[in-house]
Every structure is written in C-alpha cells, then in structure tokens.
T-cell receptor, first 115, second 110 residues
Framework: AQSVTQLDSQVPVFEEAPVELRCNYS??????LFWYVQYPNQGLQLLLK??????LVKGINGFEAEFNKSQTSFHLRKPSVHISDTAEYFC?????????????FGKGTLLTVNP | DADVTQTPRNRITKTGKRIMLECSQT?????MYWYRQDPGLGLRLIYY???????NKGEISDGYSVSRQAQAKFSLSLESAIPNQTALYFC?????????FGSGTRLTVV
C-alpha cells in the first residue's frame, strides 16, 4: 500500500513570486509519481509525471518537479507564478508493476496567486 | 468528443432516492475507476474494475454499487442517497501510460 502527504493545504503567493508545493510519499514498492491540477469548476489535468530516468521532470505551464528517492519527496515548483495558476494541485502515486494498479492521491494544496 | 464522458454533469437529488452516474470512455482501456472528491480530503477510490468481469471495492465503497456494462461503460449507483454523499465524482480509465479523468459529476443530496 502507499500513501501520499501534501504538506500544505493552502499556499498563498503574490504574482511573479516563486512557489513550491510539497509532496511526500510512502510505499512498500517503487512508485510512479504525478502532479495534477484542478482549475475552479473543472476536472483534473495532468501537469507532469515521473516514471524513470532524470529526477527533474518538466511539465506544462512552466512547472517542474524533482523526485528525491532518499527523502521520498516529489515537490512541485514554478519560478514565477501567474494569476491563472490559481487552482488546486494534487500529488499522486501509482505502484510500479504487479496487479495493484491504483492511483493514490494526496489531499490537495490550494494555490492562490494574488496580484 | 472527450475521451472520458460523465453524465450528468450536475444533479440534485433527495435523500432516499436511487441515482445512477454514468461513465463512458473511448480510450479502449480495460481499467476503469470511480473516485469521490471532498474538500480537504482529495480524491478517494470508491470502486475499480480491471475488466468487464473484474470489479473491486475501493476504500469507501459503502453505500455505492457499480456495473460494468461493457469495456467502455462503468456506472456508479447510489441505492438510497444520503446527504453526506454530496460530493464531486470522477470517473477515470487507465493503461500503463497513465490515467485519463472525466470532467466530473457534481452531486448534491438534499
């Protein structure tokens, strides 16, 4: 089984400031890691994913995340945010291989970008 | 057309009523899922199906049932709706490349 912890439920920032949304995971097996974004009144959109290879993953809209195996973390970063980045962000983990093919989500981080 | 289509998009129903949420996908995937989203709780898995004959309970299946009518169709039923089932419901399908989510059904039980 795996669990995902998003360390901040809300993150308010000013426009053009950098932001980091923190995610830690726990799993008895290796996992794939994902970040999803949910804009107000919309569904889930994949931002980026880590499957293997380089630990720095680049996604859409200027976001990137770094996989750190020793710290079991997968933090999401953006160097300069826009008002339009205001949304809820979800970190998720998926076991590699086997038959346990279920995505586990964190509880979400609400990013609010203020002018 | 969307890869995963959920109907209805919004629904208000009364306590005790039976309601069905429908999901269809055009991805051709065997695996389908129903999640529930509540503020501050993220998405929690209700039921999942790895093929038409394989249906499994997730972490919060009480009060819900599902039917996998075909590879492309996976419906969620609330036999007797209660107010704490008010939530945003997502259907998803997956393969090894990842998950695809529907746009969600916002259900309100009054």
């Amino acid at each position: 089984a795996q669990s995902v912890t998003q360390l901040d439920s809300q993150v308010p920032v000013f426009e053009e400031a950098p932001v980091e949304l923190r995610c830690n995971y726990s799993s008895s097996v290796s996992v794939y890691l994902f970040w999803y974004v949910q804009y107000p009144n919309q569904g889930l959109q994949l931002l980026l994913k880590y499957l293997s290879g380089s630990t720095l993953v680049k996604g859409i809209n200027g976001f990137e995340a770094e996989f750190n195996k020793s710290q079991t973390s997968f933090h999401l970063r953006k160097p300069s945010v826009h008002i339009s980045d205001t949304a809820e962000y979800f970190c998720a983990a998926l076991p590699r291989g086997g038959s346990n093919y279920k995505l586990t989500f964190g509880k979400g981080t609400l990013l609010t970008v203020n002018p | 057309d969307a890869d995963v289509t959920q109907t209805p998009r919004n629904r208000i129903t009364k306590t005790g009523k039976r309601i069905m949420l429908e999901c269809s996908q055009t991805k051709g995937h065997d695996r389908m899922y129903w999640y529930r989203q509540d503020p501050g709780l993220g998405l929690r898995l209700i039921y999942y199906s790895f093929d038409v004959k394989d249906i499994n309970k997730g972490e919060i299946s009480d009060g819900y049932s599902v039917s996998r009518q075909a590879q492309a169709k996976f419906s969620l039923s609330l036999e007797s709706a209660i107010p704490n089932q008010t939530a945003l419901y997502f259907c998803a399908t997956s393969d090894r490349a990842g998950y695809t989510f529907g746009s969600g059904t916002r259900l309100t039980v009054v």
